[in-house]
């Protein structure tokens, strides 16, 4: 069986193994592929997994000899399903696999808003502490988490995590009422609409996937419900925030800042206006990359290859 991974580097550069996959069949990595390249290196092909190389239903047809496609991932939107579907290809994810270290990731970019950890680290090593007439001093406020509250939008495996680390640290909670899991019961939980949560939240971070519904989201008329204090997180998806919105809401100080994992366009374009935006955080798409994550992704990916395999495919999203 012919195994091919058009894009395997950001999950393993070196320091992971493949070798679960060998076992399996012949095994060909590539590290990236191009577009113009995905026929070329897909055909023959029976199992290929990719990560964001794009399967459109034009280049499925092209592929007579594809079985099954496994995304190395949560969202499966690089490839065309209904297509898939058609041609009888299995495709399946890898869901719930990097949900700690993203929700420690949502709490690294809230916490360096809150603290500016890295800002006092800076400002010490550059002598501004050996200078000063105090035994402390600060250069940005600092703000205590305790009795805050927290708006999570989107509560699956994420978004319940980030709940359960902001009531440990003393928060209140609100969760979108779209959100389609039920609610722990917890007394500081609470259920509200989206415009409630925005407005009442000192912090709102974002944990729901990229659909029709929540693409552009988060634009001006949405953050002009916020605090002017308030922070926005995005660990989701770029594309629910409209970036040139969000710009202007913390020049003007709408908001108080932001912290993002994810950009609309990545790598990004060297024009982004948020790369000029006050007290914005912005981290390269790292949430997910723990070596702990990508280890856990690429056993469930070698997993869902051998259930395949033997007839029993799991993790199957068409």
């Known amino acids: 069986m012919k195994i091919v991974i058009l894009d395997g580097y950001t999950i393993n550069p070196g320091d992971l193994s493949?070798?679960?996959?060998?076992?399996l069949g012949e095994l060909a990595v590539y590290d990236r592929t191009m577009p113009e390249q995905v026929y070329e290196r897909a055909a023959g092909a029976e199992v290929l997994l990719i990560n964001k190389a794009v399967l459109g239903g034009d280049m499925l047809k092209r592929l007579p000899d594809l079985k099954y496609v496994g995304v190395l991932a949560t969202g499966y939107n690089v490839i065309d399903l209904d297509e898939a579907t058609r041609h009888g290809i299995v495709v399946t994810n890898v869901p719930a696999y990097s949900t700690e270290s993203v929700a420690q990731m949502t709490f690294a970019l809230i916490l360096e808003l809150c603290l500016h950890?890295?800002?006092?680290?800076?400002?010490?090593?550059?002598g501004n502490w050996s200078a000063c007439p105090d035994f402390s001093y600060r250069e940005y406020p600092l703000v205590e988490l305790a009795s805050k509250t927290l708006g999570i939008i989107?509560?699956?495996?994420?978004?319940?995590?980030?709940?359960?680390?902001?009531?440990?640290?003393?928060?209140?909670?609100?969760?979108?009422?779209?959100?389609?899991?039920?609610?722990?019961?917890?007394?500081?939980?609470?259920?509200?609409?989206?415009?409630?949560?925005l407005s009442e939240s000192d912090i709102v971070t974002i944990h729901c996937p990229l659909t029709p519904e929540t693409r552009g989201m988060i634009n001006i008329d949405n953050l002009r419900l916020m605090k002017p204090s308030a922070f926005l997180i995005n660990t989701s998806r770029g594309p629910v925030v409209v970036?040139?919105?969000?710009?202007?809401?913390?020049?003007?100080?709408i908001?108080?800042?932001?912290?993002?994992?994810?950009?609309?366009?990545?790598?990004?374009s060297p024009d982004n206006p948020l790369?000029?935006?006050?007290n914005c955080l912005i981290t390269p798409h790292i949430a997910w990359a723990t070596l702990e994550a990508r280890k856990r992704l690429i056993d469930i990916a070698i997993e869902n290859v051998r259930a395949f395999i033997l007839g029993s495919p799991v993790n199957v999203v068409n």
């Open 255 to 268: 908001i108080g800042g932001a912290g993002l994992d994810v950009l609309s366009t990545e790598p990004p």
């Open 243 to 253: 970036e040139k919105d969000l710009a202007l809401a913390l020049n003007e100080g």
């Open 154 to 197: 989107g509560y699956g495996n994420i978004g319940r995590k980030v709940c359960q680390i902001a009531c440990a640290m003393g928060m209140k909670v609100m969760v979108a009422e779209s959100a389609r899991k039920n609610l722990p019961t917890q007394k500081n939980i609470l259920r509200v609409g989206l415009h409630e949560l």
């Open 117 to 126: 950890v890295q800002r006092h680290s800076d400002s010490v090593m550059s």
């Open 275 to 278: 790369f000029n935006a006050r």
């Open 18 to 23: 493949w070798d679960g996959l060998r076992e």
